[in-house]
């Protein structure tokens, strides 16, 4: 791989223009922090106090330690307007940092930030280190669903799927887009082995699954009696679905499309009724 020279310039204090760049990138009209400084103050301060500002960082940078009252946040909780006022998961808690530590964290964010929220690069990103990470984890086993295909040229001949020759079988192990992933199975044992391997691989990587997001849909064949699949991540039970909607299209365990045909007969109502 070629050699990368190195950009000594991060590792500088911060600098003036810098500063002038993180405070106009503040948002107005936010609560501020424990020092009930808000950011309107930064903003229309001068110059003055764009140069002591800018002195503070350098000797933050000096000295390799950030003031405590930039670190701790004053938490407030809000209603989400759902559900009992009791329950703590019905509220969502709001941190409210110092707006000076905001500015210093801006800084840094510019330098080392290189992908932004929204940017197109984000998923491909993603998927990836995802791909990876799924590489990694199934390293010595391929679980997933095996698949039969013959291929003439370039193009999918199923005339030629009644023929033993020339059919070759590939095993699919998971369906990835952006970032939502479906990993497959055959068997039971095998599911469970697979998402034991998919959990070790997340915790090797610095990742967590979202276990409340996680479902597990047991598509059995027509001719057998159905079973709910009984999968654990970690110690968290996996809930069992019936019907899940995965890229836009409505999934059935009776892999019917009835649901998914009525869904768009709904959609396409609702569009002439807005006509």
Same mark, same amino acid.
């Given at each position: 791989?070629?050699?990368?020279?190195?950009?000594?310039?991060?590792?500088?204090?911060?600098?003036?223009?810098?500063?002038?760049?993180?405070?106009?990138?503040?948002?107005?009209?936010?609560?501020?922090?424990? &020092?009930?400084?808000?950011? +309107?103050?930064?903003?229309? %301060?001068?110059?003055?106090?764009?140069?002591r500002l800018t002195a503070i960082f350098q000797e933050m940078w000096?000295?390799?330690?950030?003031?405590?009252?930039?670190? &701790?946040?004053?938490?407030?909780?809000?209603y989400k307007k759902k559900g009992h006022h009791q329950p703590c998961?019905?509220?969502?808690?709001?941190?409210?940092?110092?707006?000076?530590?905001?500015?210093?964290?801006?800084?840094?964010?510019?330098?080392?930030?290189?992908?932004?929220?929204?940017?197109?690069?984000?998923?491909?990103?993603?998927?990836?280190?995802?791909?990876?990470?799924?590489? +990694?984890?199934?390293?010595?086993?391929?679980?997933?669903?095996?698949?039969?295909?013959?291929? &003439?040229?370039?193009?999918?001949?199923?005339?030629?799927?009644?023929?033993?020759?020339?059919?070759?079988?590939?095993?699919?192990? +998971?369906?990835l887009f952006a970032d939502a992933c479906a990993l497959n199975a055959?068997?039971?044992?095998?599911?469970?082995?697979?998402?034991?391997?998919?959990?070790?691989?997340? &915790?090797?990587? %610095?990742?967590?699954?979202?276990?409340?997001?996680?479902?597990?849909?047991?598509?059995?064949?027509?001719?057998?009696?159905?079973?709910?699949?009984?999968?654990?991540?970690?110690?968290?039970?996996?809930?069992?679905?019936?019907?899940?909607?995965?890229?836009?299209?409505?999934?059935?365990?009776?892999?019917?499309?009835?649901? +998914?045909?009525?869904?768009?007969?709904?959609?396409?109502?609702?569009?002439?009724?807005?006509?």
């Open positions: 791989m070629p050699v990368v020279k190195i950009n000594t310039d991060l590792d500088l204090p911060p600098s003036l223009q810098e500063t002038i760049r993180a405070v106009q990138q503040l948002s107005s009209r936010k609560e501020p922090g424990s &020092d009930a400084i808000p950011a +309107e103050i930064y903003k229309h %301060g001068g110059a003055q106090q764009m140069h000096h000295q390799g330690q950030v003031p405590q009252d930039f670190i &701790d946040a004053t938490v407030v909780h809000l998961d019905n509220h969502q808690g709001i941190p409210l940092l110092n707006i000076a530590g905001k500015i210093f964290a801006r800084i840094l964010i510019n330098l080392t930030n290189g992908v932004k929220q929204g940017c197109v690069l984000v998923s491909t990103l993603f998927s990836l280190m995802f791909s990876a990470m799924l590489t +990694e984890a199934y390293r010595d086993e391929r679980p997933g669903i095996r698949i039969t295909y013959h291929i &003439d040229g370039r193009l999918f001949n199923q005339r030629q799927m009644h023929f033993r020759s020339r059919v070759s079988t590939a095993t699919i192990p +998971e369906l055959t068997t039971e044992e095998e599911r469970q082995r697979s998402i034991d391997l998919f959990a070790a691989a997340c &915790d090797n990587f %610095g990742l967590r699954s979202n276990t409340e997001k996680t479902v597990v849909m047991h598509q059995s064949p027509s001719n057998t009696i159905y079973t709910a699949a009984h999968t654990k991540n970690n110690s968290t039970q996996l809930k069992s679905v019936d019907n899940f909607t995965y890229l836009g299209r409505n999934l059935s365990r009776s892999t019917k499309v009835d649901n +998914e045909i009525a869904l768009w007969i709904a959609k396409a109502s609702q569009a002439f009724g807005r006509m």
